[in-house]
């Protein structure tokens, strides 16, 4: 018996070596991440973004039917009311306060549901990695879009590598 | 067997049989077995109107559908209020009412607790049909430096104005235009004036009348509700506190027919910026002449010490909006343990309280047929909601006189000797006044004669029935001959110490000028208050305590009703008072062990029987004849 | 048949409105009659001639005066005046014509009832007829038929002219004792019927003009006579104000039971420009249409109801074949909106939303189910809204989507009125 294994070890071998190199030919599926990242669909549910309107107002009235609707309670909203020197939103009332806490949301989107403006719906980002929990609540300037439209957060990811991930110290 | 002739009817609602007296609404009939009939435009204080058609129920034998709230039972009636029929108008209307609502529910204030939003969902169509632009009216329109209205929310229910003709009696709010374009005004757009204008944002069933200072600070859901009294007179109306976040949002009203009949005045709902509180604050002692923060051990200490050097001639000043707990310990500091009588609540002179001063319940005011308001004016900005009471009465019938203080004889000449029951309202700065003319017109008269005599603060009687005057103690009780002095003599009256109590802005211990000077040499001034104040400045210590709206405890009205408040906002790092009067007393060589309110409530009981009346929320009756 | 005139047939003599005139005429023969007789009896004489009020409803006058409380004074008549249902104009032609007449049976009325102040509530627009009646009482009181003591009967007696200012609203009997006692004119909730609660409280009876010009007639030829006239249940003449596409419109009075042929036809001269009709309108604008099948009815409360119309305030209004059906609805329902006082939901809301419905009909914008939709509107108003101004809006339209459906179809498929592209003719 063990006169039969040692001559057909180097075949066992032979066979096993063939596996490895026939991997060797094929594509890469790992990327590497965080240089590289991999595109999401379009429909992720990742880091929420807080709209504008094509002027620059905030799309957001402070109604705070995301903050109820939401199942863990992770959203706290004040609101204000506009005036003529200070005019956030259209209309009489906007949002004075917007946090979310990252660390609480279980990302189910239905503050995006509640909505009844569309000012707030589920982002592309999900690279929340950070070395403090209180760097996780987020407020209303890390969530707002950017004045500036065609910025990042707010394109619907493509193929390629939609948000670049903010330079950190590893 | 003849019919027993009752004032009873038996009617069946929805297959169930109901017996109600005559003269009660369909609606209110429906209520009392639990079946519910969506409304907007009735109101249980106001006559029926039957505008908004929403109550449309289907009665037996009649061809058209009836408003069930303007429709009064009859015997043998059978109400239907779930039909098809029912079913299908009640979706009709809610659709009107909808075609030119703008449906801004989600900037609106009043989303959350909005009727209109309500029975929508309950009762309404799912999706709208109409697909024209809605008629436009101007939004958030100022009416007053505490009202917005907004003419696009407005579903033209009539509550406003019927207040304002049939509650306040004040025809403020009047209907303009008409058809669509019918909107709520005031006459020529002035702003209106009215003192109870916070009532309408409460009786509005849509967000067309908000308040100003509640704009956008909350949605329903997130506010915290506690039931309390208002603290900002002594007619002790029922509030809701409803904070968000540990800061008060707004003060609502809480039905007591007996005290408030729902309503409130604005002085007491918009006061409660008062008792907002501005960041934590640590007991100081003033050293070398400035003052230094220090632990509540230390400061009470300091404060027994100097109590101490200071033997019996200290004073003690209570706010009379003090919990009447607190009152009773800082009644026993003083008189048991500092041997003091110089204790006081008032800010002035006035007449000697007595239990006959409230004789006249506020509700029993609609039960007399004359009132005598005597000092008019005076007396309904003591007490504004006292207002609506009158008026209310008046509305039933009985005659109410507004006479000067002097003008005594104006009111004794105008009452008729047959006059069954007369009630005479006056503050506690007139009460001579009052109690001169209610000696004359018992003379004069064969029915009663009560008066009610409206006192400063939301606990200025309690502070009277536990003592806190210097030549009565709890109970009214003779001092025998071993009066203290009150708070106008103490300047003069070799006080070394003085330790000042109060929990309320809106009714501190603010010194007259001649006081300022005494206060500035007096060589030790205790400062136990919620707020800070220009006595800070000569104050030696300063114990921070909570305010009205942040402990628990009771307060006495002017009518003697004892009545509980609740701590609406947490403000745990401040020790409670009446901790800090124990410790104090403790310090200085008592032995109190109080671990809660309710122990101090049960021993104030014990020392005054009347004080039972607590647990039923009721008036304290000192006598058979109160 | 001829016309058989009875409030109308002096009308020919001139200068009637002169108080000489009138009792030349006859008049206040009646009135004088009346104070001779006792109240009751009086009100038991109209109970037995069959009167029936002739404001719309078509309540019988006698009862109604019988509900007043007994005992309770001061009590009220208001004699309504506030003619402004579209399509009528007979008070305006019976005042204008003949002021004493109005006047004598006011007084006749107050006096049955035991009233001491009457009031006449009459249209803001109406200010020649107001100035007419104005001099009519300032004669009569110069002739001792107003003021204390009237003929030394012991019986004292003012009237007040009051002029509206004019709202539809204000002809509804509530509206039009809110609006005398000053306040925005809005119907009240009944019950209290204003014969137990009315003006200022008191009790009240309100009778239109047309109604009490009867009561002098009554009273001079006795209750017998008077439902001799007309049809079993609808006693007496009626005068009909015919407007529209007839010959020559205007006001004639018939007895009841007149065929609406014989209306049209004989007194009207028939349909202009030799068309053919195709609508008619028996009671005003908020009455129901018929069809010229219903030509041979009579004209009588209960006939006319019994063929889907109601009698309404007495107004014919003819329509020839030209006459887009949609349009007319259109513009009376955008009459109802602007007349719409705004107390109740269904009247206010509905109004608004069925003119812009019509509006769009007439735009050709609307939809294929705005047919139904308009008919839903009608079933969430009719019968739900506070007073009848909200139930009268529906019914025209109603009645006409019934009968010309194919024409709202038409405009919504041809995306536009059919009518206007024939040239359209005033209608006088």
Redesign the interface.
Known sequence: MALKEVLLGPLYIARALATTFKHNTKPIVTIEYPERQKAVPPRERGKHILHRYADGLEKC?????C??ACPVGCIVVE???NTPEHRVSP???YAKRYEINLLRCIYCGFCEEAC??DAITMGPRYDLADDHPDKFIAVKEDLLEPLSASISDTAIPSGAPSAQPVARKW | MAAVQTDQVTLTINGQSVTVPKGTLILDAAKKIGIDIPIFCSHPKMAPVAVCRMCLVEVEKLPKLQPACAVYVADGMVVKTTTEQVGKYQKDVLGFLLINHPLDCPICDKGGECPLQDQTYQYGPGASRFDFPKAHFDKSVPLSDKILLDRERCILCWRCTRFSEEISGERELALIQRGTNTIIGTFNDEPAQSNYQGNWTEICPVGALTSRQYRFISRPWDLDRTASICPACSMGCNIQIDARSNRIGRFQSRENVAVDDSWLCDRGRFSFPNFQRQGQERPRVRRNGSLEEVSYEEAIAFTADALKHAGGQVAGWASPADTNEELFLFSRLFREVLKSAHLDHRSGVVADAEPDDIALPIADIERCDQVVVLGGQGVIDAAPVLHLRLFKSERKGVKILKVGVTEGKRALDAIPAEAQAIGILATEADKQAAVDLQAKLAKKVKGSVRRLIVTTGPNGRGAKDLGILPHQGPGYASLNGRAGRGRLQWPGAGVKGLYVHESSPLHGFVPSDAESMWLSTLPLVVFHRFKASPLDEVAHVILPGHAFTEKYGTVTNMEGRVQRIRRGIDAEWVREDWRVLQQVANALGASWAYESVEEITGDLVRELPPYAAVNQEARVLWSEST | MAIKPLVTKDFATENLVQLKVYERTGGYTGYKKALEMQPDALVEEVKKSGLRGRGGAGFPTGNKWSFLPKGVYPRYLVCNADESEPGTFKDRYLIEKSPHQVLEGILIASYAIGCNLAFIYIRGEYLPQHDALETAIAEAREAGYIGKNVFGKGYDIDVILHRGAGAYICGEETALLTSLEGYRGEPRLKPPFPAIKGLYGKPTVVNNVETVVNLPHIVNNGADWFKSIGTPTGAGTRVWCMSGHVNRPGNYEVENGTPIRELIEEHGGGVWKNRKLKAFQPGGASMMVLLPEHLDVGLDFDAIAKAGSLAGAGAMVVMDETTCMVDAARRYVKFFHHESCGKCTPCREGTFWMANIFDAMEAGEAKPADIDLLLEIGYGIDGRSFCPLGDASTWFPRSVIKFFRDEFQQHIAEKGCPFKKQPQEAVA
């Open positions: 009235v402070g109604c705070e039917l903050a109820i609101a204000a009311e209309g009489e009332r009844p403006y």
